[in-house]
């Protein structure tokens, strides 16, 4: 299993940056596709998710409106598009494969496979 | 500030025992199940342990954890300074909706 993300982006503030994350090894339309980001020295944050099967999606609200992950199945390429960048939004994003489910009401989200990181700079 | 509270950094020496907890509420590490993740400097974060205390495989079974009311532990045993690495542990929220990771804690080997 590989999850392979492009390469890194330098953009304005106020533009728009897109992120690729090509899985190979497993049956791409079987797992969850999530993306989290980590600003510079910090911890892990969570963006949201995207169903490659079915196209469903779930999003962190501070991202709602500003956030859009798609995929492209036959290439087995997940996109995560974040818009209007702020110097905040300064960070390394991972997509990350995600075995998800609910038993007996206690939910599991197991993040087990990891893309390399692309790292994205917003600076005017 | 997280919703799921770790202590910013544990240490002990080579050979040792080391534990690091992550504290939450019944909406998230109560009624969930608790993964955790080891990252590297500079590298992608690693699954360690997932559904409380299991190890997928090719983990050590140096790593181990667990879980009890709305705290998560994570244990290593035989400290090497290949662990020297931050330690994260995650899980669904269901109030917030979202999945949440701990702070972070930095792990540093004596």
């Known amino acids: 299993v590989q999850l392979v993300q492009s390469g890194a982006e330098v953009k304005k503030p106020g533009a728009s940056v897109r992120v690729s994350c090509q899985g190979s090894?497993?049956?791409?339309?079987?797992?969850?596709v999530h993306w989290v980001r980590q600003a510079p020295g910090q911890g892990l944050e969570w963006m949201g998710w995207?169903?490659?099967?079915?196209?469903?999606?779930k999003f962190a609200r501070e991202f709602e409106g500003r956030v859009t992950m798609t995929t492209d199945t036959s290439i087995r390429t997940a996109f995560m598009d974040l818009s209007r960048l702020t110097s905040g939004d300064t960070a390394v994003y991972y997509c990350a494969r995600v075995e998800q489910g609910c038993l007996g009401g206690f939910c599991y989200y197991n993040f087990d496979y990891w893309g390399q990181g692309t790292l994205v700079t917003v600076s005017s | 500030q997280s919703v799921l509270t770790q202590p910013p950094s544990v240490s002990a020496a080579p050979g040792q025992r080391v534990t690091i907890s992550c504290s939450g509420s019944s909406s998230n590490i109560g009624n969930n199940y608790v993964s955790w993740y080891q990252q590297l400097p500079g590298s992608a974060p690693k699954l360690l342990i997932y559904d409380n205390d299991r190890r997928p495989s090719g983990i050590p079974d140096r790593f181990s954890g667990s879980k009890s009311g709305t705290s998560a532990t994570l244990g290593i045993t035989g400290l090497q300074s290949a662990d020297e690495a931050e330690y994260y542990c995650a899980t669904w929220d269901r109030s917030l909706s979202v999945v949440i990771f701990g702070g972070g804690t930095k792990l540093i080997v004596l």
């Open positions: 090894g497993y049956m791409f339309i079987s797992y969850y």
């Open positions: 995207m169903n490659p099967n079915t196209g469903a999606t």
